[in-house]
Structure formats: C-alpha cells, structure tokens
Nanobody, 119 residues
Framework: QVQLVESGGGLVQPGGSLRLSCAAS????????MGWYRQAPGKQRELVAA???????NYVDSVKGRFTISRDNAKNTVYLQMNSLKPEDTAVYYC?????????????WGQGTQVTVSS
C-alpha cells in the first residue's frame, strides 16, 4: 500500500499563495488517482481537487481558477498550487490516493497539513 506525506501548509494572508506537496512511497505511484481534500472545523471533509492517472483534473467550484492540482510521476508527488487564498480556504488539507485492487476501491490518506488564511 502507499504511504502519503503532505507538506507546505502554513499561515498566509488573504490573497496570498501556498503550494502543498504530497509525497508517495511504498507502491507504484502511477496506479493511483490522487486528490486533495480539506476539512474545516465543524464541517465535513470535501474534495477540493483531483487528478486522474492520465492527468485529467477537476475542482470544486469554490476553488476553480485559483487552485491547480498537478502530479509528477517521476517524483511520486502530487501538488496543489493555491493562489488568491481566502479566509474560507482555512482548513486541514489531506492528500488522498485512490486505486482499485481486484475490483475493490482502496483509499489511502496522509496525515493532513494545516492551512490558515488570516490577516
């Protein structure tokens, strides 16, 4: 199974940028669709952005035009570039890896990284 480790979170002012990274190990990276989820206090975890094995992407409406997900299969890493950050983007961000093994969905999660947008 894959192990996922996020980095790059922190405190940023509104309008600022951050880049999150998620490094994968323990399993071939290119068999996984990857995603970034976030969970704010008192709210359910939501999918922010996802990228398929072939590189197709999709985003939740609230981040379209501001966030960009990408993957580097040679480095076993997925990124989330976040621009024009807003206070409502404050949350713990989790990296997710999804694959299908013998017809069964498998999901793997990182430990999360805190993103705080505040002046």
């Amino acid at each position: 199974q894959v192990q996922l480790v996020e980095s790059g979170g922190g405190l940023v002012q509104p309008g600022g940028s951050l880049r999150l990274s998620c490094a994968a190990s323990g399993s071939p990276f290119n068999i996984y669709a990857m995603g970034w989820y976030r969970q704010a206090p008192g709210k359910q975890r939501e999918l922010v952005a996802a990228i398929t094995k072939s590189g197709s992407t999709n985003y939740v409406d609230s981040v379209k035009g501001r966030f960009t997900i990408s993957r580097d299969n040679a480095k076993n890493t997925v990124y989330l570039q976040m621009n024009s950050l807003k206070p409502e983007d404050t949350a713990v961000y989790y990296c997710n890896g999804h694959t299908v093994v013998y017809g069964t969905d498998r999901d793997y999660w990182g430990q999360g990284t805190q993103v705080t947008v505040s002046s």
